[in-house]
C-alpha cells in the first residue's frame, strides 16, 4: 500500500517542535504512532498526542521509530514549499529523500496512553491490561520489554540479598507479578 500524504509544512513545524518538547519529558520511550485519517494525521510519542490536517488516500495506524519525528520537524523547516510531501509504504516511511522503516498494525479505537510521568509499575500493568496487537499498535512493545528487562534486572539484585534466607528468584518474580498485576486490576 503505497500512499502520499500532503501536510501543511507550518503546522507540521509546531505539531512536531511541540511533541518533542513534551515527550522529552516522559521517562520512558515509545516509537511514534502515526494515526491516519482522510483530513487528519495524529502524531503519538511517549503519551503525547498532536494532530495536523493532512490530505490522505488511506486511513490505518503507521508505527516507526521515535526518531522519525526529529527528520519530520527538519523536513518541515525547511521553505520550500507550503506543503510537506510525505511517502508511506509498506514497511517503509520516506521523509524528504530519507527512507525509515515502519509498519501497519491493527487500530484499536482508542490509543493506550501513558502518563508522562509513568513509573515502572505503570508500564508493566500493561502486560495485564491489553493484549500483545494492543501493546504492539500502540508503539508501547519495545517500551513494556524495555520495563520487564529492568523489572528482571531488578530482581535479580534482591535475589542475591535475599538468597541467604532461602528466597528464590522464582519466588520474587511471583511475587512482583502478582503485585503489579493487582494494581492493573484496580485501575482497570
Not at 521509530?65 to 523536513?75: F, K, P, T
Not at 513494556?144 to 541467604?164: C, F, H, Y
Request: contains cysteine.
Amino acid at each position: 500500500m503505497d500512499a502520499e500524504l500532503i501536510i501543511p509544512r507550518r503546522e507540521l513545524q509546531s505539531a512536531c517542535s511541540h511533541l518533542k518538547r513534551m515527550a522529552a519529558k516522559a521517562r520512558f520511550k515509545s516509537e511514534l504512532v502515526l494515526d491516519l485519517k482522510v483530513i487528519s494525521l495524529t502524531l503519538t510519542l511517549a503519551g503525547v498526542r498532536v494532530t495536523v490536517p493532512v490530505v490522505c488516500p488511506v486511513e490505518g495506524r503507521v508505527i516507526a521509530a521515535g526518531g522519525v519525528l526529529e527528520a519530520l520537524r527538519l523536513s518541515a523547516r525547511s521553505r520550500d514549499a507550503a506543503d510537506m510531501r510525505l511517502r508511506l509504504g509498506e514497511t517503509r516511511l520516506q521523509v524528504g529523500e530519507t527512507r525509515y522503516p515502519c509498519r501497519w498494525v491493527a487500530q484499536r479505537a482508542q490509543p493506550i496512553l501513558l502518563p508522562l510521568n509513568a513509573s515502572l509499575r505503570d508500564v508493566l500493568c500493561l502486560r495485564y491490561q491489553y493484549s500483545e496487537d494492543e501493546i504492539d499498535g500502540a508503539g508501547l512493545a519495545k517500551t513494556l520489554a524495555n520495563a520487564e528487562m529492568k523489572m528482571g534486572a531488578m530482581i535479580s539484585t534482591v535475589k542475591r540479598t535475599l538468597e541467604p534466607l532461602g528466597v528464590s528468584q522464582e519466588a520474587l518474580t511471583h511475587l512482583v507479578q502478582d503485585t503489579v498485576k493487582e494494581e492493573a486490576n484496580r485501575h482497570a
